[in-house]
């Protein structure tokens, strides 16, 4: 199971910060990632970290302005989300899985999601 919390409104170039929690620590040997869905879009990925070692992965429309980090003690990741602008609106989910190079940055990668949470960023 993952929890999710943090989402929200805000105006173009503000900030929110996302948190997903493991409690389980189902993940600790893999990865979390964020995704997001806007009404009418695929799910695109936003970004990930390996839990060992902590290297992150950033989709292309995020970086530089979103930040990824992980909480060993209490089993949490969280995204920073800087700049933001309104087509960054959209549900983001957090997702728990033990993907590969290949698979980290897409949803097959991914065997766990949560509930999602709304950001919707106006102009």
């Known amino acids: 199971q993952l929890i999710e919390s943090g989402g929200g409104s805000v105006q173009a170039g503000g900030s929110l910060r996302l948190s997903c929690t493991d409690p389980g620590r189902t993940f600790s040997t893999g990865g979390l990632g964020w995704f997001r869905q806007a009404p009418g879009k695929e799910r695109e990925f936003v970004a990930a970290v390996r839990w060992s070692g902590g290297t992150t992965y950033y989709g292309e429309s995020v970086k530089g302005r979103f930040f990824m980090s992980r909480d060993k003690v209490n089993s949490a990741v969280y995204l920073q989300m800087n700049s933001l602008k309104p087509e960054d609106t959209a549900v983001y989910y957090c997702?728990?899985?033990?993907?590969?190079?290949?698979?980290?940055?897409?949803?097959?990668?991914?065997?766990?999601w949560g509930q999602g949470t709304q950001v919707t960023v106006s102009s």
């Open positions: 997702a728990g899985g033990r993907p590969i190079t290949s698979t980290i940055t897409t949803t097959r990668g991914y065997t766990t």
